[in-house]
C-alpha cells in the first residue's frame, strides 16, 4: 500500500497525519455480509411460498368473484405472518448486534511519540502498533521490534502451537517471511513487539477471506424446499380442482356466474391459511427457546435446519479440548535437576513456557538462583533453547525430543528405549518437551557452537490439552439421536485419536468405532468435506471458530460458532453459542427436531379440513346438490375454527425426548402424515355430507343443511384439535395437550355458536339458528372423527417403529 510520506518508527504518525490517512484508507474494520434492513426483512417474509399463494387467493377472491370480505380476511391472515416474521427476524439481528458490540477492540498505538490506547478501527496504515501478551494483533503488519515474541495463528492456518515473530535482520541475515509479519485477529501468545501497520480493514488477509465467504449464496434450508414443494403442489391442485369443477358444471349446464364462484370457493378451500402463520409463530417460538439454551440463530429457518441434521462435524482444538495447554507430568532420571531446568531454562514466550512454570514446584526461586550469563533463544529454525549459568557451574538444553536426545551422550538401548516413550506419549495425545544439562567452568559465561553436543540426558516434561468433560457426553447422545460425528482437525490422527479414547474410558456409551476422523486438513479442505457430505444427501451442521473456518461453515447446512469466535465467522454462521457448549448442539438438534414435528403436526391438521372443505364441495358438485359449505363459511371454518387451535398447537410443548430419538429423515410429507390426512379429511367430509344430506331432506331449507354442514366441520376440527396434539403417538399413551389448546377450543366452540346466533355474523355467514338436534349430530360426527384420528395414530405408528428398526 502507498503513503505519502516517511514514518519515523520510534514517534509514530501524527495525530494529523492519521486523521488524514483515515480519510484516505477508511476505518480499520472488516465488511460484513449486508444487514438484513426492515424492508428487506418484511419482503423475505411476504415473498415466501406460503405467502403468494395466499395473495393469489386473496386477488382471485376480490377480483373474480367481487367479495372483498372474504379477499380482506385472507389478507389478515397474511398480515399477521408477515408482521410476526419481522418482528422476531428483527428482533434476532438486534440481539446478534449486541453481542459482537459487547467488547469493543482495542489497540495499544504510538503517535506523535506517545502510547495512546484507540478503537482498533481507527488504526491506519502506518501506525505503530504495540503488542504485548494476551492481545488481538489489529491490522496486518510487519514486526520492527521483538522480544521472545509468538503469535497465535490459528485462526488462520487452524496451528494451535505459536508462531515465533522477529523483526528483519541486517542484509544477509534474512528471515522466513512468515517470521515477519503479522496478521489481523491473530493473538500474542507471549513476548513483546512493535509492528508498522501495512494493511486494514478488507485489504487485510482476514478481510480477503471475508469478502470471498460473502459472495456465497446460501442454499434454501430442508423445510423451506419440501415447503416451497407443498405450495407448488397445492397450487397444481387449486388450479387442477377449480379447472374440473368448473368445466364439469359447465357440462352440467349450470350458469357460468355460478360456477366461477364455486371454482374460486374451492381454491380457496385447498389453501390453508393458517398453516403460514403457524409455521413463522413455530419458529419463532423455537428461535426464542434456543436462546434460553443459549443458542442464537441467525434467521428462523435456522431453527427447523438444525433438526434436519443427519451429520455433525466438529473441530478437536478448543472444542472436544479446552485448547489450554497444561502439564500432565515429568519423566526426568533427576527430578530435581529437571525441575530446575524447566525454570531455568525458560522464557515464558509461549503457552507450553507458561504452562511448564506454573507446574514447577517454586519456579521463580529456582529461576533466580539460575542466574543466566548468555543464551541461545529458542527457534522454530532449529527448536531447541541453551542457556548457560556458571555460577551453577551448569549449561541447560531444551526443546524439540529427537533433537535434544541427539546431542546427549546415552546408550544405544536408552535411546531406543526414549524414542519408544517418545511415541507413546505421542499416541496417547501428549505434547513432550526434552531436558538435558551438561557441566561448565564458573568462568565460562559464554556459549559456544562446540558446546552443543554431548549432553546429559534429563528427561521429559508432558503436556496436554484437556478433554472438555461435557463433550463425551454429549457426543454419546448425539449418537444416540442417530447423528453422525466426524472430527475434521489440522492436527495429526495419532492426537486426535487419543482425545477419543479418553472419551471412550470417560462414558461407556461413547462409540469411538463410529467416529471418522479427518486428520491435517487445510481450510479448503474442509470445504471440500461439507460439499462431499451435502452431496451424498446428508444435511451438515460444522462447528468452528477461526476465520479459516468461515468458507466451510457458510456452505454447510447449519455453520456453528462459539461467541469467542472470529468476528467472520460469526457472521457467517447460523448458530453462535453463547455459553461455549458442546452439549448446546444437541439440544439444539432436539429442539430443532420438535420445531419440524410441531409443524408437521399443524399441518396434518390444516390440511385435513382443507381437503375435507375440497371432497365435500366436489361430491355436492358430482352428486348435483346445492353448494353445502359457502365460501365465508369455509373461510370461517379455515381461520377461526382452525385457527385458534393450531396456533395453540404451536404452543404446546408436544411430544417428549423419545418420540424423536434415533436417526431420521425428516419429511414433510411422510406416509404418517399423508395417511393421516387422507383418513381424516375423508371421515370430516362424509360426516359433514350426511349431514347436510339429512337436514336438507327434513326440512328442505337450503341455509339450515349448510349451516348443520358448517356446524359439522366447525366440531370436528375442534375435537380433533384436542387428540392432533399428542401427534405422532396416540393420545392414550403419549396424554393429552396442555391447558392452551383446550382453552383454544373453548373459545373457538364459543366463536362458532356467536357465528350461528349472533344476527350479525349469522347474516354476513348466510347460517341460521338451528336446535339441538344439529347439534348432536355434529358432536356425534366429531367423536367419529376423533376415533379415526386416533386409529390412524396407533397404526401407522406401529407401522412406522417396525420400518424403523
Request: aromatic content about 6%; overall charge positive.
Amino acid at each position: 500500500m502507498a503513503v505519502n510520506s516517511k514514518i519515523d518508527l520510534q514517534a509514530g504518525l501524527s495525530e494529523a497525519e492519521a486523521r488524514k490517512r483515515l480519510e484516505q484508507f477508511g476505518l480499520n474494520i472488516v465488511s460484513e455480509k449486508k444487514q438484513w434492513t426492515a424492508p428487506r426483512i418484511f419482503l423475505s417474509q411476504i415473498s415466501s411460498p406460503l405467502m403468494l399463494v395466499l395473495i393469489a387467493a386473496a386477488g382471485a377472491t376480490g377480483i373474480f368473484i367481487g367479495d372483498w370480505a372474504d379477499s380482506s380476511l385472507i389478507l389478515l391472515a397474511v398480515g399477521v405472518s408477515t408482521t410476526l416474521g419481522f418482528f422476531q427476524e428483527f428482533k434476532a439481528e438486534k440481539a446478534l448486534f449486541k453481542l459482537k458490540n459487547m467488547l469493543s477492540p482495542k489497540a495499544k498505538v504510538i503517535r506523535d511519540g506517545k502510547p495512546l490506547v484507540i478503537e482498533s478501527k481507527f488504526l491506519v496504515p502506518g501506525d505503530v502498533a504495540v503488542l504485548e501478551i494476551g492481545r488481538i494483533v489489529p491490522a496486518d503488519g510487519k514486526i520492527i521490534e521483538a522480544d521472545s515474541l509468538s503469535i497465535n495463528e490459528a485462526i488462520l492456518t487452524g496451528e494451535s502451537l505459536p508462531v515465533g515473530k522477529q523483526r528483519k535482520k541486517e542484509e544477509g541475515k534474512r528471515k522466513k517471511e512468515e517470521e515477519q509479519l503479522v496478521f489481523m485477529g491473530t493473538s500474542v501468545a507471549a513476548g513483546i513487539g512493535r509492528m508498522e501497520v501495512t494493511e486494514t480493514g478488507d485489504r487485510t488477509r482476514v478481510g480477503k477471506i471475508a469478502g470471498r465467504i460473502l459472495t456465497e449464496i446460501k442454499s434454501k434450508t430442508p423445510l423451506m424446499r419440501q415447503v416451497a414443494s407443498l405450495a407448488r403442489m397445492l397450487t397444481v391442485l387449486v388450479v387442477f380442482a377449480a379447472s374440473t369443477i368448473f368445466i364439469i358444471g359447465w357440462i352440467q349446464g349450470r350458469e357460468i356466474q355460478e360456477m366461477f364462484k364455486l371454482a374460486i370457493s374451492i381454491a380457496v378451500a385447498a389453501v390453508p391459511e393458517g398453516l403460514a402463520v403457524s409455521l413463522t409463530a413455530i419458529l419463532a417460538i423455537g428461535m426464542q427457546k434456543l436462546l434460553k439454551r443459549k443458542a442464537l440463530v441467525h434467521r428462523l429457518a435456522s431453527a427447523e435446519t438444525l433438526g434436519s441434521v443427519t451429520v455433525i462435524l466438529s473441530d478437536k482444538t478448543g472444542t472436544l479440548t479446552e485448547g489450554k495447554m497444561r502439564v500432565t507430568g515429568f519423566d526426568f532420571i533427576n527430578k530435581e535437576l529437571g525441575l530446575d531446568a524447566a525454570a531455568a531454562c525458560n522464557d515464558l514466550r509461549d503457552p507450553l513456557e507458561i504452562a511448564m512454570h506454573a507446574a514447577v514446584k517454586d519456579a521463580d526461586l529456582r529461576k533466580a538462583e539460575y542466574s543466566r550469563s548468555d543464551e541461545i533463544p529458542f527457534s522454530p529454525d532449529y527448536k531447541y533453547i541453551v542457556t548457560a549459568h556458571p555460577k551453577k557451574q551448569i549449561m541447560f538444553i531444551s526443546g524439540a525430543p529427537e533433537i535434544i536426545l541427539d546431542k546427549s551422550k546415552i546408550s544405544e538401548s536408552d535411546h531406543k528405549k526414549w524414542v519408544s516413550k517418545f511415541k507413546s506419549y505421542a499416541g496417547k495425545g501428549w505434547r513432550i518437551v526434552a531436558f538435558a544439562s551438561k557441566k561448565i567452568s564458573k568462568t565460562q559465561t559464554k556459549i559456544s557452537k562446540s558446546d552443543l553436543e554431548r549432553f546429559d540426558w534429563l528427561g521429559l516434561v508432558i503436556f496436554e490439552d484437556p478433554i472438555r468433560s461435557a463433550a463425551a457426553e454429549a457426543i454419546a447422545k448425539a449418537q444416540a439421536l442417530g447423528l453422525k460425528v466426524k472430527v475434521v482437525t489440522g492436527d495429526y490422527l495419532e492426537t486426535t485419536k487419543a482425545v477419543l479414547e479418553k472419551f471412550r474410558i470417560q462414558n461407556s456409551e461413547f462409540r469411538i468405532k463410529d467416529i471418522e476422523i479427518f486428520a491435517r486438513v487445510s481450510p479448503e479442505e474442509k470445504l471440500s468435506i461439507v460439499k462431499k457430505l451435502q452431496a451424498d444427501g446428508e444435511v451438515v451442521a460444522m462447528m468452528g471458530d477461526g476465520v479459516n473456518d468461515a468458507p466451510a461453515l457458510k456452505a454447510a447446512d447449519i455453520g456453528i460458532v462459539v461467541e469467542s469466535a472470529s468476528d467472520v465467522s460469526k457472521e457467517t454462521a447460523d448458530l453462535v453459542l453463547i455459553d461455549n457448549n458442546f452439549y448446546t448442539i444437541v439440544e439444539a438438534i432436539i429442539e430443532g427436531r420438535k420445531l419440524f414435528l410441531k409443524f408437521q403436526k399443524v399441518m396434518a391438521y390444516l390440511l385435513s379440513d382443507s381437503m375435507a372443505e375440497v371432497v365435500i364441495l366436489g361430491f355436492g358438485l358430482f352428486a348435483n346438490w346445492p353448494l353445502p359449505l359457502t365460501a365465508l363459511m369455509i373461510l370461517w371454518i379455515n381461520l377461526i375454527s382452525d385457527g385458534l387451535p393450531a396456533v395453540a398447537l404451536t404452543l404446546d410443548d408436544g411430544p417428549r425426548n423419545d418420540a424423536i430419538g434415533g436417526r431420521q429423515t425428516l419429511v414433510l410429507l411422510d406416509e404418517r402424515v399423508v395417511g393421516l390426512i387422507v383418513s381424516v379429511s375423508t371421515m370430516k367430509a362424509v360426516a359433514a355430507l350426511i349431514i347436510f344430506k339429512m337436514v336438507f331432506v327434513w326440512g328442505g331449507n337450503l341455509s339450515m343443511a349448510q349451516t348443520a354442514a358448517f356446524i359439522s366441520m366447525g366440531i370436528a376440527s375442534l375435537m380433533s384439535a384436542v387428540v392432533f396434539g399428542s401427534f405422532p403417538k396416540p393420545a392414550i399413551s403419549a396424554g393429552l395437550p396442555g391447558k392452551g389448546v383446550w382453552m383454544s377450543v373453548m373459545i373457538g366452540l364459543i366463536l362458532l355458536l356467536i357465528a350461528v346466533y349472533q344476527p350479525l355474523v349469522a347474516g354476513i355467514l348466510n347460517s341460521v339458528p338451528v336446535g339441538f338436534n344439529i347439534w348432536r349430530l355434529a358432536i356425534a360426527g366429531g367423536l367419529a372423527v376423533v376415533l379415526t384420528i386416533e386409529l390412524v395414530k396407533y397404526v401407522l405408528s406401529i407401522d412406522w417403529l417396525r420400518k424403523s428398526k
